[in-house]
């Protein structure tokens, strides 16, 4: 079964400090998503992207944040100068299929 | 703003019993998604609906989308400790500009089966 997949599945980030989350989505599904979930509570969207472009973002989706598949494959969520509210559950999705997550920890 | 409440949040039940679970808005969604999720994982997509009033199976799981497509009810039969975990409800919004639109997370409910 197709799966996305992602990593690191943990990072551990000083506050200030610039991180890159990377997801590789489903080779052949055109729409592609960031979530993240907050332990404890629901899962948010953050920003879709379909056509090598951003579709559609929330109002977590700041200047902070950045997307971007650079070579076709790989599917990149950039958090500039980390904050400790940035800590969370990063999941990417391709469709409606989600990935194993990313545990960021900003210390 | 879309919001999906789901209900209950937690639920404990013996082995063998039923249950339902709920998941309701006062928005129309486009499709309804359930996932579970386990501690520390992604959610795992269990069924899609997409039209009012369509009914899927999964051996036990019994999966419901409203006829106006605003609620969604998930009903599991004779549950089983394996069926214990996270269940979320996310409907996608009404499609606009071509996109397929992100999911809107209801909270969750903690099913616990107990032997």
């Known amino acids: 079964e197709p799966e996305v997949t992602q990593t690191p599945s943990h990072q551990v980030t000083q506050m200030g400090q610039e991180v890159i989350l990377r997801c590789v989505p489903i080779s052949n599904h055109l729409y592609f998503y960031w979530y993240r979930q907050i332990l404890g509570q629901k899962v948010e969207f953050l920003v879709s992207f379909y056509n090598n472009e951003i579709s559609e973002k929330s109002e977590i989706f700041d200047d902070q944040f950045s997307v971007e598949r650079p070579d076709g494959s790989n599917f990149t969520l950039k958090i500039r100068s980390t904050k400790l509210e940035d800590s969370a559950m990063y999941f990417c999705?391709?469709?409606?299929?989600f990935g194993s997550g990313t545990r960021l920890t900003v210390v | 703003t879309q919001l999906l409440e789901q209900s209950p949040q937690f639920l404990s039940i013996q082995e063998g019993e039923n249950l339902t679970v709920y998941c309701n808005s006062s928005?129309?969604?486009?499709?309804l998604q359930w996932y579970r999720q386990e501690p520390g994982e992604g959610p795992v997509l269990l069924v899609t609906v997409v039209t009012g009033g369509e009914v899927k199976k999964l051996k036990r799981l019994t999966f419901q989308f409203g006829d106006a497509r605003k609620d969604s009810s998930l009903h599991i039969t004779a549950a089983q400790p394996g069926d214990t975990g996270l269940y979320l409800c996310a409907g996608s919004p009404p499609f606009y500009g071509g996109s397929q639109g992100n999911l809107i997370f209801g909270k969750g409910t903690k099913l616990s089966v107990k032997p």
């Open positions: 928005s129309v969604f486009s499709s």
């Open positions: 999705a391709s469709g409606y299929t």
